[in-house]
């Protein structure tokens, strides 16, 4: 057995309620333990007795190294040694420590879905850390706001008059890692860092935000849609890479060099009003024939919110599921 799973299952005794006078009146416990002598050397099965999740946690922690086959329920769903995939069911997990102590009885375990129990972003630490070899699907409370980690689109739905929530609670997407559409408008968002984390990411709104360093958007090289309007960017040599890229809104930012936007040669729709000093707008004309570029009309204003793309990214986000663009 692991180090690891040895060290947390001698912590997780205290938790469970392990004792020496029940060690000394349980007989089922007893039964198992005669078993487990009488076997020697070799491995033992214990899958026919009905052992508690504390009872086997006692007998693995008092036989580290020995073979112990068993299994364990939570929520009327069968875990036995050697599985690899555990669906914690349709009831919320209550015991969070019982839970950890069930998942340590287990250590071939994969992945663990566990999508009906809302978890905040110090729970989803305490999982990580312990079991970093599990792959789990959460649910996941964003202040008012919920999120599954296999979801493809998301969305707060904000507006200039919601609370806004800052790059603190945003962290935990980054163990959203299946997004594909991400709508964060109307926060207080200055640090980017869980971006590198989004890697799928076709469709990005930041607008209204505090942003000034975007340089994380550069790994997000299948990026098709970006918002970023409304915000204090002034260098976007991170968006020099993104070729996917087919709308972008940069209105009212601080840009100073408009350079990287020369290469981005598929794109077709460009809002730069007043995203700088010095336009070039020549220049971007000259090396972007093919795209619609928008030098006069404030962020969704003109016909940035009537071009068929916007009815699509409505859609996603008010079903939380993407889907491809609407030919």
Not at 23 to 38: C, G, N
Not at 48 to 62: K, N, R
Not at 92 to 103: G, I, N, R, T
Not at 268 to 282: D, M, Y
């Amino acid at each position: 057995m692991k180090r690891w799973l040895a060290v947390m299952l001698s912590g997780l005794l205290l938790l469970v309620g392990s004792s020496a006078s029940a060690k000394k009146t349980d007989a089922l416990l007893d039964e198992a333990r005669a078993r487990i002598a009488a076997a020697g050397e070799g491995a033992v099965s214990l899958v026919d007795m009905p052992l508690s999740i504390e009872q086997l946690t006692t007998l693995v922690a008092e036989h580290p190294g020995k073979a112990l086959h068993y299994a364990a329920q939570w929520n009327e769903v069968t875990v036995k040694t050697g599985d690899t995939y555990f669906d914690a069911g349709r009831t919320p997990v209550k015991s969070f420590q019982q839970f950890m102590a069930f998942l340590a009885l287990f250590p071939s375990l994969e992945r663990v879905d566990m999508f009906e129990t809302k978890l905040r972003a110090n729970r989803i630490a305490e999982l990580e850390q312990a079991f970093s070899h599990i792959r789990f699907g959460w649910t996941i409370l964003i202040k008012d706001h919920v999120i599954r980690t296999d979801a493809t689109a998301f969305s707060t739905l904000h507006s200039d008059s919601s609370p806004a929530h800052t790059s603190k609670d945003f962290e935990v997407l980054k163990y959203c890692t299946e997004l594909v559409a991400l709508d964060l408008g109307h926060n207080r968002i200055g640090d980017l860092s869980f971006l590198l984390h989004l890697p799928k990411l076709k469709i990005l709104i930041l607008a209204c935000n505090n942003i000034s360093d975007i340089s994380p958007m550069a790994r997000l090289a299948q990026l098709e849609y970006a918002e970023l309007f409304m915000n204090r960017i002034e260098d976007i040599s991170p968006l020099a890479g993104l070729t996917q890229l087919i709308d972008l809104e940069l209105a009212r930012n601080k840009i100073a060099d408009y350079m990287p936007l020369m290469g981005l040669t598929h794109l077709q729709r460009l809002k730069v009003f007043k995203s700088g000093k010095n336009i070039p707008e020549a220049e971007l004309k000259g090396a972007l024939p093919g795209c619609d570029i928008d030098f006069t009309t404030n962020p969704t204003q003109g016909t940035w919110r009537t071009h068929e793309r916007y009815f699509d990214i409505k859609d996603i986000f008010a079903t939380g599921e993407y889907h491809p663009w609407t030919e």
